[in-house]
């Protein structure tokens, strides 16, 4: 088992290295994350090398997509953990820049989706997309390998992401893939680390509930109001705090719909005490 792994900082060297294996014919998959590596992260890199030669993973944890009051400096960091990970799984190379390598001082350029970021959590986390979007088009740009990675659990980013690749002709393949979860359903993520005992045992309402909303309205496609009520009591009854939304949108537009006419995904946002959760679930019709 590999225990070491080649371990880039800056765009040049990135640049390089994939312009060898492109020399050998090649195929690259980029897997980006912002580290705290979990079995989803995991996931999206066996994805990755199942369908490519060569896999990239990158860690940046990037300061833009944080708003002013959010975790930025608490976010779990351990990149010598995560390394071992990656060597362990095979991954053959890991971008890990500095701020520094990514923005210039003076950077002047954001990549704004609109649409796509009016809902859902657009409005709770300003300028969140924006960071997400430029971040993603930069790595894109940097390595354009032929595959990216994007996990389902993060549905409205990876539509951004798609979206912008395909706006902006980046010639890069954006896959999506499933959530992993935990054995009671809560979606696997970094910032699970911050639940308290109490709180961890509570988390796993929001999957139960969005997944319920899903199988209702697969049966009463014109339920969805009485089932966005229902599924705002059944968290706030769990402990949850505040409630950003439970929504019913269209899977492509990411507008909520009254009445579910064709495929469309359940998607939660709340808070159990300092930390907040999302996920998502697909109405199967
Ligand atoms: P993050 O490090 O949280 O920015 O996530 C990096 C990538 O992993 C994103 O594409 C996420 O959507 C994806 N991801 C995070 N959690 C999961 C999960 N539980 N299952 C699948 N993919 C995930």
């Known amino acids: ?42 996931a999206l890199i066996r994805q990755a090398q ?17 708003g002013a009051n959010e975790d930025l400096a608490a976010y779990p960091r351990d990149e010598a953990a995560d390394r071992t990970k990656l060597a362990a799984l095979g991954v053959d190379a890991l971008f890990a820049p500095t701020v520094d390598e990514m923005y210039a001082p003076d950077a002047s350029t954001t990549v704004i989706v609109a649409g796509l970021t009016e809902h859902l959590c657009g409005p709770f ?11 993603v088009a930069k790595l894109l740009l940097q390595s354009l390998p032929d595959a990216a990675y994007f996990g ?21 393949r954006i896959v999506g893939v499933p959530t992993v979860r935990d054995a009671d359903g809560l ?39 009485a089932q966005i009520d229902w599924g705002r009591a059944q968290l706030a009854a769990a402990g949850f705090g505040k409630i950003d939304y439970v929504e019913v949108c269209d899977v492509e537009t990411l507008q909520p719909v009254n009445e579910v006419s064709g495929p469309a995904r359940v998607f939660g946002a709340a808070w159990l005490g300092r930390t907040r959760l999302i996920d998502n679930a697909p109405v199967q019709r």
């Not at 986390?125 to 971040?135: D, I, L, N, S, W």
């Not at 409205?156 to 980046?170: P, T, Y």
Request: proline share 5%; with cysteine; hydrophobic share 40%.
């Open 187 to 225: 979606a696997l993520s970094s910032r699970n680390a911050y639940l308290s005992a109490d709180e961890r045992k509570a988390a796993s309402t929001l999957p139960r509930t969005l997944s319920s909303i899903a199988e209702r309205l697969a049966r009463s496609p014109s339920d969805v109001a």
């Open 152 to 172: 389902e659990k993060d549905f409205q980013q990876l539509q951004v992401i798609r979206r912008l690749a395909r706006d902006l002709d980046i010639p890069v």
């Open 50 to 66: 199942a369908d490519c030669r060569r896999c990239i993973a990158t860690l940046f944890v990037n300061p833009t997509q944080f």
């Open 125 to 135: 986390r300003p300028g969140h997309f924006a960071g997400v979007a430029t971040v």
């Open 1 to 42: 088992m590999p225990t070491s792994i080649i371990t880039v900082r800056r765009v040049s060297e990135l640049r390089a290295l994939v312009a060898g294996w492109r020399r050998a014919d090649e195929t690259i998959g980029l897997v980006p994350t912002m580290g705290a590596l979990h079995d989803g992260h995991l």
